[in-house]
Structure formats: C-alpha cells, structure tokens
Nanobody, 118 residues
Framework: VQLQASGGGLVQAGDSLRLSCEAS????????MGWFRQVPGKEREEVAT????????IYYGSAKGRFTISRDKAKNTVYLEMTSLKPEDTAVYYC????????????WGQGTQVTVSS
C-alpha cells in the first residue's frame, strides 16, 4: 500500500488545519490507520488512530479534545482535523497503516510539515 500525505503548512497559534492521507494499492479492510508526528531529536509519537472497519478512534496526549481523525472509505483517505493549534504542535506529521494481522504499523507516508507560529 502507498500512502500520500498532504495538507501541512504554516499557520498561527489558534488556527485549524486538516491533513489528508490517501491510500492506494489495496483496500484497507481490517486495517488500522494512524497519524503520528516527529520533531527533530525526538522519537515519532502517536497522535490518533482509527480502525478502518468501524471507525473506532483513539487519541493520544495533547491531541485529545483538539484533533479529530476520520476516514472516508469511498476515497480511501484518512483525515486529521486539527484545531486550536499550538506552537508545540509543530512537527512533521506522518500517516501510517497497520495491517490487521500485524503488531505494528508497517507502511508510512512521506510526512507533511506543520508549523505553528506564536
């Protein structure tokens, strides 16, 4: 499966931004999809995940209450709606795909930069 992430950019604190991740190459039935982020010198961290079949979501850390992950089955696309952005949200955001039988995320998009100015 190939993942194409887009939607990053430079915004001001308090703004909103929507990231998209389009998957191609196969259907995502029984897979999990997730958004992660990474800043230089730190490990990649989970932001939010969603099950493809049922749309069950999990949010991590500061994403709770501010970010919303969703998926459009018809478009094979996962979204991350980010609101009330803070400078500490600045990172490269990656989408990932986890096959249903796998214990970890195995496929990654190329990353999209989100920069939040104060």
């Amino acid at each position: 499966v190939q993942l194409q992430a887009s939607g990053g950019g430079l915004v001001q604190a308090g703004d909103s931004l929507r990231l998209s991740c389009e998957a191609s190459g196969r259907t995502l039935t029984n897979w999990n999809m997730g958004w992660f982020r990474q800043v230089p010198g730190k490990e990649r961290e989970e932001v939010a995940t969603i099950t493809w079949n049922w749309g069950t979501t999990i949010y991590y850390g500061s994403a709770k209450g501010r970010f919303t992950i969703s998926r459009d089955k018809a478009k094979n696309t996962v979204y991350l709606e980010m609101t009330s952005l803070k400078p500490e949200d600045t990172a490269v955001y990656y989408c990932g795909a986890q096959p249903g039988s796998a214990r970890q995320y195995m496929y990654w998009g190329q990353g999209t930069q989100v920069t939040v100015s104060s």
